[in-house]
């Protein structure tokens, strides 16, 4: 049974940094893109970044990029979000996807299984 399960999500400054994983099994995990995504209280869920199942291709939202970057190693089954610059819009509980191939996709539809998410919140 595939299982996503997040970890690294806290409190923290606008401005400062905080570090999100992700740890998979019960699956081949080279074979698949992953994905992060984000929901804040009273939003629907949105794409923050997506990478291929080599590691060679990312993509990020608009109001991520240059900020915030994804990174995987398949030796270790682990996808990681690494988000510096935060700003209190960036507060959200943050989940990891796994994608239905190994390309990067930024709709949810192209992803089929979901962690339970973690909770990042930057204060002002």
């Known amino acids: 049974q595939v299982r996503l399960v997040e970890s690294g999500g806290g409190l923290v400054q606008a401005g400062g940094s905080l570090r999100v994983s992700c740890g998979a099994s019960g699956l081949i995990f080279s074979s698949y893109g992953l994905g992060w995504f984000r929901q804040a209280p009273g939003k629907e869920r949105e794409f923050v970044a997506a990478i291929s199942w080599n590691g060679d291709i990312t993509n990020y939202a608009d109001s991520v990029k240059g900020r915030f970057t994804i990174s995987r190693d398949n030796a270790k089954n682990t996808v990681v979000l690494q988000m510096n610059s935060l700003k209190p819009e960036d507060t959200a509980v943050y989940s990891c996807?796994?994608?239905?191939?190994?390309?990067?996709?930024?709709?949810?539809?192209?992803?089929?299984?979901w962690g339970q998410g973690t909770q990042v919140t930057v204060s002002s």
């Open positions: 996807a796994k994608g239905n191939h190994g390309g990067i996709y930024t709709s949810s539809r192209d992803y089929d299984y």
